[in-house]
């Protein structure tokens, strides 16, 4: 669906943006493949490894509306990736997160609604289901703003929904680059919040998939949430460093013992696919009032059980040590 396409991805020089453009490129023969953000330095190193005839490279930023209007002309698909993303810098740093999380995703929306953006696809996070942190709770703003979006839209054509998922192996913001280095360093010991920590589990690679799958699955004010695996802090450790001693530090500002993807009080809302999750939206749309129980490929989705909730400490599927090793070494390949 992405042959002869524009495409649009907010935050593209990050973890999410650089993968999600290898795996266009390598599938798809996109018309163009648009990397939207404000930082110079990544998109000309960006610029080195992708610089096929189809790629444009925007400086800017989600908070400049002007920017955001003038980089979403022509395009038919936009993944916003865009986010301030690291929990303790939210909670020191609260109005630089709204104005980004919040803000910025009330832009591109107005945006995308002006220039007739076919479908959107805003990528959330496990820390918006039932928040106790900052960064989560503008995530959850935004995931309201992205599915309400939908009214927004009255009849226009443009269509919106939000992709939730845990921590991603690797990325820039997981604990795994942490770890490495503090090995590598030969620390003495790696530092642990809490051991009875867990998380949800998923590979980049995963993650950008499911990402460009939801895209034809959609049909408008859904959250997609995949089935992924869990995993114990004190098993990631063990599976990294099984000869280096673990010290517990205590839970860092706005940190959970355990992440939720699909919360209890929406379980009425919630529908199981084989591979996956949505949550429907919470209100009803002017236009668009079909049923989510079959999506847009024909896939068919059944009610869950009353009070369900999809917790990383409750997952039926944990990884193992070995398990563990085998996810950081494809990750570490890409």
């Known amino acids: 669906m992405f042959n002869d396409k524009s495409i649009l991805i907010t935050g593209g020089t990050g973890s999410f943006g650089r993968q999600c453009t290898k795996t266009v490129l390598e599938h798809c023969d996109p018309r163009r493949l648009i990397v939207f953000s404000r930082d110079e330095l990544k998109q000309f190193e960006m610029r080195q490894e992708f610089n096929a005839p189809c790629m444009r490279y ?3 930023d989600v908070r400049d509306y002007e920017r955001l209007e003038q980089a979403t002309r022509g395009v038919d698909y936009v993944i916003h990736a865009a986010a301030l993303k690291q929990v303790p810098a939210a909670e020191y740093n609260p109005t630089e997160c709204i104005k980004t999380n919040v803000y910025g995703a009330e832009k591109l929306i107005r945006s995308c609604l002006v220039n007739g953006v076919e479908k959107v696809i805003a990528l959330s996070t496990d820390k918006a289901a039932t928040p106790i942190n900052l960064y989560g709770a503008t995530k959850l703003a935004s995931d309201k703003l992205f599915v309400a979006a939908n009214n927004m839209a009255g ?3 443009t269509t919106f929904a939000v ?3 845990g921590n991603v192996v690797g990325s820039r913001g997981s604990v795994v680059p942490f770890f490495k280095k503090l090995i590598a360093g030969q620390a003495e010991a790696l530092p ?5 920590m867990t ?3 998923i590979t980049l690679r995963q993650g950008v998939d499911f990402v460009l799958e939801s895209f034809q699955r959609m049909q408008g004010g859904e959250i997609f949430v995949p089935k992924i695996p869990s995993l114990r802090i004190m098993d990631l450790a063990q599976a990294m460093a099984p000869e280096i001693a ?3 530090i205590g839970i860092r500002p706005g940190e959970k013992l355990h992440e939720v993807m699909c919360p209890a009080d929406d379980s009425h809302l919630t529908l199981e696919f084989a591979d996956h999750y949505i949550i ?3 209100i009803e749309f002017a236009y668009r009032n079909q049923g989510y129980d079959v999506n847009a490929i ?3 989705g059944m009610p869950v059980i009353p009070g369900f909730e999809y917790n990383s400490g409750t997952n039926k599927h944990f990884l193992s040590v070995e398990e563990i090793r085998e996810l950081n070494r494809i990750a570490a390949v890409g």
């Open 298 to 300: 024909g896939e068919t």
């Open 163 to 165: 992709v939730r998922y």
């Open 199 to 201: 998380r949800f589990w």
């Open 246 to 248: 673990t010290r517990i």
């Open 155 to 157: 009849g226009h054509k």
């Open 58 to 60: 925007f400086i800017g």
């Open 280 to 282: 429907q939206p919470t």
């Open 192 to 196: 642990i919040t809490d051991e009875r």
